[in-house]
């Protein structure tokens, strides 16, 4: 790296650490200017390097830091009222209605995750050595990693807390680290209140942030994030709060973040066996020609996710409906659904998963089995 890029990047950490700290403590014109500093100097920074591999993510720490000066600006009042509420926010608690049979395959990830959850929330005295609390699911997008953990929550009627990396880490610096403290804070409220709180974090690897030459905050984030973990696993903790981290690349994770997700379960790209049930499950509701054949299609669509081929029953469906408006002004039914609007619908799109992929994943399960 060069010196120069060093030595502007030392700068804007400085006066970036420095708004964060005025900031927080209600120093506005003071945060107001140490912000905009640190904005001009990441600002440099993209100009005089654009192929920094860190460019992109300046671009987005100036994006912040204008915002946020632009709210200084407007409000004019310590900044700690509002940030309260939007603290509030951005964690969406929900009563998820997924149940695991509405989910196709995985039956193995159902399993593990039962008796990483369910059985230990139903019964904890049949685990007088602990059970995990961390929970990682991983596999390429669409198969159903959000679904699975949304079916826990509602199984053992818990509060789902649904949040994603990104969310946490896309404020100013210096917040996303107490977002982590008060994310956990709620868990353990509901927790005490008697019932189960599941927190799923979509895109845990976000929460790592970039290691090198970092502006400030990401690190701290990281750790806080492993300190509330540790705190889960704590032997004399009798709360049930567990933390499912789902990522599609899980190679991001490093091994201290990897230890406090004791149980891993890889969410794999659906098989033919499992694409036939996915085709069944989406067209249930729908009248098909007798040609249909929901076999061959299986056959035909090795690489979809499910996510996919939900999208390919949608696409077929919507053909249908296309035609009744375009011929009968939206009189009257769509015809039934022909294998060539299933073919057409496979056709127009590209399958998400490569082999390159999967085998990525083993590789990396085969490492980190747990
Ligand atoms: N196993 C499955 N059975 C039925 N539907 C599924 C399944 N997996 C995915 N889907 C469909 O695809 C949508 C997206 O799935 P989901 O959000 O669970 O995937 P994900 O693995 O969490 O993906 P991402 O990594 O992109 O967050 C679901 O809302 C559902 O409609």
């Keep these: 790296m060069s010196a120069g890029l060093h030595k502007l990047e030392a700068m804007?950490?400085?006066?970036?650490?420095?708004?964060?700290?005025?900031?927080?403590?209600?120093?506005?014109?003071?945060?107001?200017?140490?912000?905009?500093?640190?904005?001009?100097?990441?600002?440099?920074?993209?100009?005089?390097?654009?192929?920094?591999?860190?460019?992109?993510?300046?671009?987005?720490?100036i994006q912040q830091y204008r915002r946020r000066v632009e709210q200084l600006e407007k409000l004019g009042v310590p900044a700690s009222p509002a940030e309260a509420e939007q603290l509030e926010d951005w964690i969406v608690t929900e009563r998820p209605r997924v149940r695991f049979s509405d989910i196709a395959d995985l039956e193995h990830a159902k399993q593990a995750i039962k008796e990483a959850i369910i059985y230990p929330v139903r019964r904890p005295d049949l685990f007088?050595?602990?059970?995990?609390?961390?929970?990682?699911?991983?596999?390429?997008?669409?198969?159903?990693?959000?679904?699975?953990?949304?079916?826990v929550a509602n199984e053992v009627d818990g509060v789902f807390f649904n949040v994603d990396a990104a969310s946490i880490m896309s404020k100013w610096l210096g917040d996303a680290e107490k977002r982590v403290r008060m994310l956990f804070e709620k868990a353990r409220e509901a927790a005490r209140g008697g019932r189960p709180a599941i927190i799923f974090i979509?895109?845990?690897?976000?929460?790592?942030?970039?290691?090198?030459?970092?502006?400030?905050?990401?690190?701290?984030?990281?750790?806080?994030?492993?300190?509330?973990?540790d705190g889960l696993q704590d032997k004399s903790?009798?709360?049930?709060?567990?933390?499912?981290?789902?990522?599609?690349?899980?190679?991001?994770?490093?091994?201290?973040?990897?230890?406090?997700?004791?149980?891993?379960?890889?969410?794999?790209?659906?098989?033919?066996?499992?694409?036939?049930?996915?085709?069944k499950l989406y067209t249930r509701g729908l009248r098909l020609t007798p040609d249909v054949d929901l076999e061959k299609l299986a056959d035909m669509t090795e690489g979809y996710s499910?996510?996919?081929?939900?999208?390919?029953?949608?696409?077929?469906?919507l053909r249908t409906?296309?035609?009744?408006?375009?011929?009968?002004?939206?009189?009257?039914?769509?015809?039934?659904?022909?294998?060539?609007?299933?073919?057409?619908?496979?056709?127009?799109r590209r399958p998400s998963i490569t082999r390159e992929m999967i085998e990525a994943y083993e590789k990396w399960y085969e490492r980190f089995r747990g």
């Design 202 to 229: 979509d895109e845990i690897d976000a929460l790592l942030g970039v290691h090198e030459s970092e502006v400030g905050g990401e690190v701290r984030v990281r750790n806080q994030f492993l300190k509330e973990m």
């Design 321 to 348: 409906v296309r035609e009744l408006f375009e011929r009968q002004g939206g009189q009257g039914e769509p015809r039934p659904l022909t294998m060539e609007d299933f073919v057409e619908s496979i056709r127009s």
């Design 12 to 61: 804007a950490r400085g006066y970036a650490l420095a708004a964060v700290r005025a900031d927080r403590e209600g120093r506005i014109q003071e945060a107001i200017s140490n912000y905009k500093k640190a904005i001009d100097i990441l600002g440099k920074i993209v100009r005089l390097y654009p192929d920094n591999p860190l460019a992109h993510v300046y671009r987005g720490i």
């Design 237 to 279: 903790s009798k709360l049930h709060v567990y933390v499912i981290g789902a990522t599609n690349k899980p190679w991001k994770l490093d091994e201290p973040f990897i230890r406090r997700f004791q149980k891993r379960i890889y969410i794999p790209p659906p098989d033919r066996r499992a694409r036939l049930e996915l085709f």
């Design 128 to 151: 007088p050595l602990g059970w995990p609390r961390g929970i990682l699911l991983f596999g390429p997008p669409g198969c159903g990693k959000t679904m699975l953990a949304a079916a």
């Design 306 to 317: 499910a996510s996919d081929i939900k999208d390919i029953v949608m696409e077929a469906h």
